[in-house]
């Protein structure tokens, strides 16, 4: 019978904590539930491409003339083998700093904000309104960073760039971020995203923000600054291919001619006489107008093959799935809350449950001890 009353003592006093926090875990599934239904609605567009690229080995062969470039004095080891970017890097072009100031400053048209274009970062700086629930997040989740933004801001302040040394900045063809472009370029990426699939090789590039039209017209921006990269990357080997040959075409051009013209003027000098050394004067003439015309047409026709190069090193896209203008809401956002909610209930329920079991257990076990 003691064993009976010691398991009723105990399972009241479980009754008697488990009735004094119930209550919390239902306020904090209303407030979770709440945050869910005031969280800002995001529509995303994306695009899904599969890029095709030219690597293979150059059709310039520069080395097919070496002899003939060596007897006329050129030196062809300014042409080295590069490799283009490798796709795994695509993600990491949302780093590079011309990339993000290309996308901040592209030119939208928000029909619900204003009839006139503006670019994403006049967007940011005067029409966008965090919501609260991104407020508090920031000032809750994102705290620490922002202290972590504010210390190194101090140790930074005395390297601040005044309007002079940004304007010098730009004019050397450096990348000048402000605090406020920084501030922008975080928004924006926050809300871009491009990823590949390393098996497929499919790229997937796009956009989640407030406005649909934002977000299709931003996933352009990011399909078109894509391209334009890859291009950059992928065509470089054939550029400095085809900007070595042309300086060495240039300068056999005018030897050319050169040796053209002084070929023609000994024959006209020395068209009646028939002495051996005029004969030998022609002969000479003759054998370096060869090797300098050899040499010239020959980089006359890999100059050209250095331009078709060029045109079959530029990469080109597959269109899986077009981009288009968003007109539902995306969930994403709404499952991560749920699943969040669901984690964090556990964690609560846990919690309480061992100051629920624990101390009436500990306090009944120690009674049974003290009553033995």
Known sequence: MAKDINIIRLLHGFYIRIKRNWKVLIALNFVILLLVYFYPKKYLSDVIVLPQTNNQPSSVDLAGFGPLAN????????????VGISSTL?????????????????KLM?????????????????????????????????????????????????????????????????????????????????????????????????????YPEISSQMTLALLEVLKNKLTEFESAKAMRDYEFIKGLFEKKKSEYLMAQAKLAEYEDMNANLVTSRGQSGLRNLQTDFSIVSAVYQKLATDLEQAKIKMEQDKPFFYVIKEITIPNKATQSITKRFILAEIVFLLFVSVIIAFSVFSEPLFNELRQIQSER
């Open 110 to 210: 928000i029909s619900d904000i204003s009839n006139d274009s503006l670019t994403y970062k006049q967007y940011v700086l005067e029409y966008y309104k965090p919501s609260y629930v991104e407020v508090i997040r920031e000032y809750s989740l994102g705290l620490p960073s922002k202290i972590i933004r504010l210390f190194k801001s101090g140790e930074n302040t005395e390297m601040e760039n005044t309007d002079d040394e940004a304007n010098q900045l730009k004019e050397d063809k450096v990348n000048f971020i402000s605090k406020v472009d920084e501030g922008v370029i975080n928004r924006m990426r926050s809300e871009a995203f491009i990823s590949i699939d390393s098996r497929s090789r499919l790229v997937t590039a796009g956009f989640e923000s407030d």
């Open 90 to 106: 695509y993600p990491d072009l949302l780093e590079n700093h011309e990339v993000q100031l290309r996308l901040i400053n592209k």
């Open 71 to 82: 007897a006329a004095g050129l030196n062809l080891g300014g042409a080295s083998n590069s």
